[in-house]
């Protein structure tokens, strides 16, 4: 092989290994950017969608993202993605468009008033509206699925109305309408929490945030 194969072998392998190496970099820098923090049975939570997530709370709740729970939050996200998949799976929740269209300027709202650090995120419109369709396919879950087939007695109103009589300054007749909607919304909160575990334990979850 004379002086000029030689070199142009030698360029073509250079090539090569420089390729292999941008690709090899480029995957990993994929990982790091999606890197998954939790399995929802087959639905991964990615860790790009939990910063996003962290910016909106901190947001929400006016504090900065260092301040934000992270356990707290992404067990949250968990259970949320729980629901969203029940109800993909079942077919039975769609979720209003007018209360859709709310929500998504309830969360720009929100983003309105954007974190330190978080500035991408709070200009992403994207973001906004797939995180006001997930609380309203959340909000409608809880309407169609346990709402709707609430069911209580008299009794219940007055037992409720027992315990919690210094929350009330009337009479149980006096208070029955505002005692009814608080032990609806009680009722409702106890059987979201008792689907949400039937979910847990039908669902394999897998929590990776943490473990690097």
């Known amino acids: 092989m004379g002086r000029p194969e030689r070199t142009a072998f030698f360029v073509i392998l250079a090539i090569i290994f420089l390729s292999g190496a941008l690709e090899i970099r480029a995957r990993a820098e994929f990982v790091l950017i999606d890197r998954t923090v939790a399995l929802v049975g087959n639905r991964a939570i990615l860790e790009s969608d939990f910063e996003k997530r962290v910016c909106y709370e901190a ?40 209360r859709l269209k709310e929500s998504i300027a309830r969360v720009e709202d929100v983003f309105s008033r954007c974190p330190d650090g978080c500035e991408k995120v709070c200009g992403d419109g994207g973001f906004a509206t797939a995180l006001a369709l997930r609380e309203e396919t959340l909000r409608s879950f809880v309407e169609k699925r346990i709402r709707v087939f609430l069911t209580y007695s008299e009794q219940d ?17 006096e208070e029955r309408n505002r005692i009814k909607r608080d032990y609806e919304e009680f009722a409702v909160t106890r059987e979201f929490r008792k689907e949400l575990e039937r979910l847990r334990k039908r669902t394999k979850i897998v929590i990776t945030e943490g473990k690097r």
């Open 59 to 98: 947001a929400k709740e006016g504090i900065t993202p260092d301040a934000v729970d992270r356990e707290k939050l992404l067990r949250k996200m968990v259970d949320e993605t729980l629901v969203v998949e029940e109800a993909a799976r079942t077919g039975l929740v769609e979720p209003n468009e007018e």
């Open 157 to 173: 109103l007055k037992d409720f109305y027992r315990i919690r009589k210094n929350d009330y300054p009337g009479t149980y007749e």
